[in-house]
């Protein structure tokens, strides 16, 4: 009965989860470089073959990371030095940037197939991202409903905001909103927790009560916040109560 956007929003989140459980386990010396000996051998045997792809798959381990990996081994062999971060992200990013053709196909077959890491993934999330946030300010402006996007906060000095503000609160289910936070993922225990600690109430504590939607869903138990003025939604809300509609009750009366 879920939709296809929910589903595939928890599958990542889980296939994440298994990533980070697995880390240590894929980065130790040892396994770099048995990775990196055992895609140079594939190469040397079938340059055409997605060499790298398929040993990801074989180790139970993210493309885009099997990647990083071997091209981070392979940079260090020929430059002697560690390189940087951001060089890394830019030669995932774009693998023409790699000096070898052959690992910058197989990083290129590794990154276009990854469905849950990589660069390509990280756009498609972001764009997602904003999509939501487009239609969120959208259904506010029906709503006629005066308020503060993130970009506007950031021009007015505030350095951690939620997406949007209320100039003038709302009432939803009873309880006084100041702020939302739209959430373009499915809302599980793991990643609801992070937010909370790392976002959510730091929110709270500048800001006040609000309101965080979890497009694709969320785990109903999750929602027990509501006492302290966290709430939480998996969409827009259409019966929000306003200072005008109060106004308009009291002068019927």
């Known amino acids: 009965s879920q939709s296809q956007s929910t589903l595939l929003s928890i599958f990542s989140l889980e296939y994440q989860k298994r990533m980070k459980r697995t880390h240590a386990r894929h980065h130790t010396t040892e396994a770099c470089e048995t990775y990196y000996q055992r895609y140079l051998c594939g190469v040397m045997n079938n340059a055409a073959a997605p060499v790298l792809f398929e040993l990801a798959n074989e180790m139970d381990l993210a493309p885009s990371l099997m990647a990083r ?22 030669m995932l990013r774009d693998p023409s940037q790699i ?10 077959q590794c990154t276009v197939n990854d469905c849950c890491y ?8 972001h764009a997602i991202g904003q999509e ?10 029906r ?19 939620p997406d949007i503000i209320l100039e003038v609160p709302v ?15 499915f809302g599980d225990e793991y990643s609801h927790q992070c937010y909370l600690q790392d976002q959510f109430w730091s929110y709270w504590n500048r800001f006040g ?31 929000i109560i306003t200072l005008h509609c109060i106004m308009d009750s009291e002068k019927k009366r």
């Open 99 to 108: 000096p070898d053709r052959v690992l910058a196909n197989q990083v290129y």
């Open 69 to 90: 990996i071997v091209l981070e081994k392979f940079l260090q062999e020929h430059d002697q030095v560690t390189s940087s971060k951001p060089v890394i992200n830019g």
């Open 132 to 141: 939501h946030e487009i239609l969120l300010r959208e259904k506010l402006q």
């Open 209 to 239: 009560p609000g309101l965080v939607i979890y497009w694709c869903g969320f785990i109903e138990e999750l929602d027990c916040h509501r006492g302290r003025g966290i709430l939480l939604k998996d969409c827009f809300p259409e019966d």
């Open 171 to 185: 009432a939803i289910d009873g309880h006084v909103i100041h702020w939302i936070e739209s959430k373009a993922s």
């Open 143 to 161: 709503k006629k409903l005066s308020f503060l996007d993130e970009d506007q906060l950031r021009a007015k000095g505030y350095d951690k905001t």
């Open 118 to 125: 990589g660069p390509l993934v990280d756009c498609i999330k």
